[in-house]
């Protein structure tokens, strides 16, 4: 990114290997994590890990211009996903991803997800609201509330894995961004080398595993964080209507320890999009008081 000093702060790659030459059944394989550590790390007092979780087709690469723009703020851990990257050989649902995620990472943290990432996070954040100092939520939805909808999802992203593991990276993904949930990401700015390490058998476990059809609804859990005293920020495009609508509806059910804040000229993928704007954001709310709002 220019204008960024992004080779002082560089995101690590980690062998894909080293997850998958793990022993053990993958589903007890532990998650393949890259650090980018702090600057100021001979501080003795510095700001808890932010942790970035990606979403659906990427790995914790992808949030490298968020880094970049972050200027070594925070300690921050990227992990890969069950089925993506260096996890590629892990099989687990979001629920079990929660715990492999709060085995991983020092705690408590600041955990901040995208997408599937998000959804990732409030799992975490409801089954381990003790590693949670703070919540960034981006272009996230708490799941598929009418259990109709939800079994269609189910079966289309069933077609989608067998799709997947049919056609191969290549074809799948040139499909995948040409999404109009994608309309307003450049292939400038997709990450699509990133996105073509990735494995179709483990992008199609995690779409059966951890996919929208496979989530249940946490609809009715978000005051929890609420009562937790989690502090929440939820993000999403200015462009992205669908989830500009789900931030507010979250906001409202977790009530005052939450806040919605809108990226201005950007879609679904906010932090490809405006990475800048989205690290100002995160800043923002990491180093505001507790009270939040």
């Known amino acids: 990114m220019e204008g960024h000093d992004q080779a002082q702060y560089p995101v690590p790659r980690v062998p894909r290997q080293e997850a998958a030459a793990q022993s053990g059944p993958a589903q007890e394989r532990r998650l393949s994590v890259r650090y980018v550590r ?40 990227l992990p890969d996903a069950p089925g993506h990257g260096g996890s590629s050989a892990v099989r687990a649902d979001l629920w079990k ?3 492999l995620l709060a085995e991983a990472v020092p705690t408590p943290a600041a955990w901040v997800g995208y997408s599937m990432g998000g959804r990732t996070a409030l799992h975490l954040a409801l089954s381990h609201p003790e590693a949670v100092a703070r919540l960034v939520l981006m272009s996230t939805s708490a799941g598929i509330d009418d259990p109709a909808k939800r079994a269609a999802r189910q079966t289309a992203d069933e077609a989608l894995a067998q799709r997947i593991e049919r056609e191969g990276m ?49 609809w009715g859990r978000l005051g929890e964080l609420g009562g937790q005293r989690i502090p929440v920020l939820l993000l999403a495009g200015e462009l992205d209507r669908d989830y500009r609508h789900h931030a507010e509806r979250m906001a409202g059910l977790i009530g005052p320890t939450a806040a919605v804040e809108v990226v201005g000229g950007a879609g679904h993928a906010c932090h490809l999009e405006r990475p800048v704007e989205v690290a100002q954001a995160i800043v923002r709310f990491c180093q505001a008081g507790p009270e939040l709002v």
């Open 38 to 77: 702090y600057v100021n790390e001979g501080a003795t007092q510095g700001p808890v890990p932010l942790v970035l979780l990606h979403g659906f087709t990427q790995t914790g690469a992808s949030w490298a211009p968020v880094v970049s723009a972050l200027h070594g703020r925070f300690p921050v851990v």
């Open 97 to 99: 991803t929660a715990d």
């Open 170 to 218: 290549d074809e799948f993904l040139a499909s995948w961004l040409a999404q109009p949930l994608f309309a307003t990401l450049s292939p400038e700015d997709a990450g699509l080398a990133d996105r073509l390490t990735n494995e179709p058998a483990g992008l199609a476990s995690s779409l059966r595993l951890a996919g929208a059809g496979a989530q249940q609804s946490l």
